[in-house]
């Protein structure tokens, strides 16, 4: 599975950049809107601290068929692998990822807010679909209907990856996980709940404790 970052945030990338593996970052206008950077400022930021072989994905801002593909172009542009446009599933968003493909670009459909939407943007040939599992809760059971997409995925042979995004919190990430989700893309907030659990630390402190007694000392030699 890969394990991506939903943030603008770089600090937060190299520090969990470092603890884990991450795959790549992600991004969307509003992520880059409320970031206090200029957009210039992220990408040059994201391409600077990410390895050539972790992925970034990068939103369109124009919403019409020309300026997404104009956007998309210089998206993909940026550097010579692992760059994909994030596009939105809207009708001429789904023109522009056919279109997009159709020139070899990396594409992420993005803005997914049901199993139907994610599939036929799959059929465009979209490399990544980016259901938002938290916002479509508000019309279902969000896990459910992205589980429901990854069969309908593997049923109809289509090498699409489900990267899940709009996460509000690790449970719903764990219970993707076990439907056998391609990708994540969390912030970093929701990736720090996963790890760090307090009875680690309780019990690396009664190790530390109980050594430190018995041998005078908290190293091993
Ligand atoms: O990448 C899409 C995601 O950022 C949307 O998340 O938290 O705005 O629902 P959210």
Known sequence: MELILDTANLDAIRELDSLLNVTGVTTNPSIIA??????????????????PDQKIFIQTV?????????EARYICGLRPEN???KIPVTHNGLRAIKAAKEEGL?????AIYSADEAFLA??????????YVNRMSN????????????????????????I???????????????????????????VYSMIGHPGTEIAVSEFTRDWDAAFGRKTLR
Not at 62 to 70: A, L, Q, S, W
Not at 122 to 131: C, I, K
Not at 168 to 181: D, F, T
Request: proline share 5%; charged share 20%.
């Open 106 to 110: 990396g594409v992420l459909a993005t």
């Open 122 to 131: 799959a059929m465009n040939g979209a490399d990544y679909l980016a259901p």
């Open 83 to 85: 760059m994909y446009v």
């Open 62 to 70: 124009r919403t019409d068929f020309e300026g997404m593909m104009e």
């Open 164 to 190: 899940a995004a709009s996460f509000k919190n690790s449970w719903q990430v764990h219970e993707l996980i076990r439907a056998g989700i391609q990708a994540v893309t969390a912030p970093p907030e929701v």
């Open 139 to 162: 019309y279902g059971d969000g896990v459910a209907m992205v589980t429901e997409l990854i069969q309908m995925l593997a049923v109809q042979g289509l090498p699409a990856k489900v």
């Open 34 to 51: 409320k970031s206090g950077m200029s957009p210039e400022e992220v990408i040059d930021g994201l391409v600077g601290c990410l390895r």
